[in-house]
């Protein structure tokens, strides 16, 4: 069992910064992968970011590249999702999840991850 709780999220206006973090406990394995996903009001959860804790590549959204960085801390088992130039549609409440996956690629849909975490607000102000 992977237990994950983000945090960080608030109220910024566009133009601005904000790091999400999403502390991990519980059982993590080579082949883990973590990613953040997003869901605004109305709209389905979708891919923001990923990456691989073997080798901690990373994977990145068209919508966010470039403003969004994925990074981790292995002293503090956290992840983090530093998110720079927001934009009003950045708006969402974000997810962290986490999975195994033992691919070349990177698991982008949201029935691909086994553990979420509650979510945390960012909104984005114009």
């Known amino acids: 069992q992977v237990q994950l709780v983000e945090s960080g999220g608030g109220l910024v206006q566009a133009g601005d910064s904000l790091r999400l973090s999403c502390a991990v406990s519980?059982?993590?394995?080579?082949?883990?992968?973590m990613a953040w996903f997003r869901q605004a009001p109305g709209k389905e959860r979708e891919f923001v970011t990923a990456?691989?804790?073997?080798?901690?590549?990373?994977y990145y959204a068209d919508s966010v590249k470039g403003r969004f960085t994925v990074s981790r801390d292995n002293a503090k088992n956290t992840v983090y999702l530093q998110m720079n130039s927001l934009k009003t549609d950045d708006t969402a409440v974000y997810y962290c999840?986490?999975?195994?996956?033992?691919?070349?690629?990177?698991?982008?849909?949201?029935?691909?991850?086994?553990?979420w975490g509650p979510g945390t607000q960012v909104t984005v102000s114009s």
């Open positions: 999840a986490a999975t195994c996956y033992a691919g070349i690629y990177y698991p982008t849909t949201r029935r691909e991850y086994a553990y």
């Open positions: 519980g059982r993590t394995f080579g082949n883990t992968v």
């Open positions: 990456l691989k804790w073997s080798d901690s590549n990373t």
